[in-house]
DNA sequence: CACTTTCTTGACCGGGCGGTCAAGTCCCTT
DNA sequence: AAGGGACTTGACCGCCCGGTCAAGAAAGTG
């Protein structure tokens, strides 16, 4: 599945046949077909994999922090992190996304992560530190900001991680307007 | 040309043969091949002028008008308006970004809305109404949170392009932060 | 009218695709 | 040792792809 993902990410996913696949590996053809029932099988395979793992990165970073502002940063941090050690996925997506049959998988993966930060968004509204908009919209900001970074900057410009996160978030908590309200919190 | 890329967007760009496309418009596939040298060349022109078109619009919405955030919103409005009036546009350009040789000829429509965005931006940081930030930064936030919106909200929930456009506006001005700043003058 | 240029047709081509399967090989169990 | 499931091979299949081209229809020109 990696070097699938890799042949997928450099060529595309039409592009790349099965027989590249196998032969890249070493292997009969056979042999593909004794573990995936198809080629969009194995596709599937990968999004969900690589999905389920940013996921996970982002829990493990978010653990045992309560402020939501804070919740959300983090995530935003897991997430730049992750993207910059699998820059392969995200071209994965970007196709995924253009298929019909691939975009339910990917659509569930985005709900998810929509709902994990509508969660933390609509704790800060109740909690009177973030400003009471609709908190869907808050969330697809703030996750269609943050793909937009990473696209540009970490996979095309090769920018740190940490570096754009932090624009990500600057971004994030007070917009663009300048005014005399404090600087964000570090 | 409409005819292959309402077919493009709907099954994507490899799944649609020209053969599909010819006998759905009832030609013979020479006249395919007298008008275009092929396949590629049909989408990197349809690509292209959608994107000359999108500018079009950007540019005339925002013509007259001098304020500098002012001029970001109109363009916000102008291309969400434009992206629910050509939906099927928006699934080509996903798929162009997955696919190496047209890539660069989205990532060059990209760089010219990055620098038109880049321009007011300074502007407005030289006239004191907006943050002294990465105004590169501040243009990839804006536009990939607006792509964002409109993807989900316009092409999935079929919701209208003002009312995502306020959504949008309202999120760059402000970011989430509660605070006492008087809210954004309309 | 003849003659040329522009445009159109669709059968056809080579090739590569996703997927199959008969024929093994390996290794575990008894 | 022998039987049998787990696994592997790669030639092969039918299909359809992007692209070609000989043939001819339409339109322009004198």
Redesign the pocket.
């Known amino acids: 599945m990696d070097f699938a993902t890799a042949r997928f990410a450099e060529n595309g ?11 890249g ?18 596709f599937l395979e990968i999004l969900k994999e690589a999905q389920t793992d940013l996921r996970r990165a982002q829990q493990h970073a978010i653990a045992d922090v309560d402020d939501p502002i804070r919740r959300v940063e983090l995530g935003i941090r897991a997430t730049t992190d992750w993207s910059a050690a699998h820059r392969d996925f995200y071209k994965l997506t970007q196709f995924a996304a253009t298929e019909e049959r691939f975009a339910p998988a990917l659509r569930k993966g985005q709900e998810i992560a929509i709902r994990d930060t509508v969660k933390h968004v609509n704790d800060g509204i109740e909690r009177g530190v973030i400003r009471d908009i609709d908190p869907d919209y808050i969330a697809h900001s703030i996750l269609g900001l943050t793909g937009q970074l990473v696209r540009t900057f970490i996979h095309e410009r090769g920018q740190g991680a940490d570096e754009v996160a932090d624009a990500a978030i600057a971004f994030i908590l007070d917009g663009i307007l300048a005014g005399d309200r404090t600087a964000t919190p570090a």
């Open positions: 996913y039409h592009p790349t046949s099965v027989a590249e696949i196998v032969t590996l070493g292997v009969g053809k056979g042999v593909f077909y004794w573990y995936f029932q198809s080629k969009e099988e194995l």
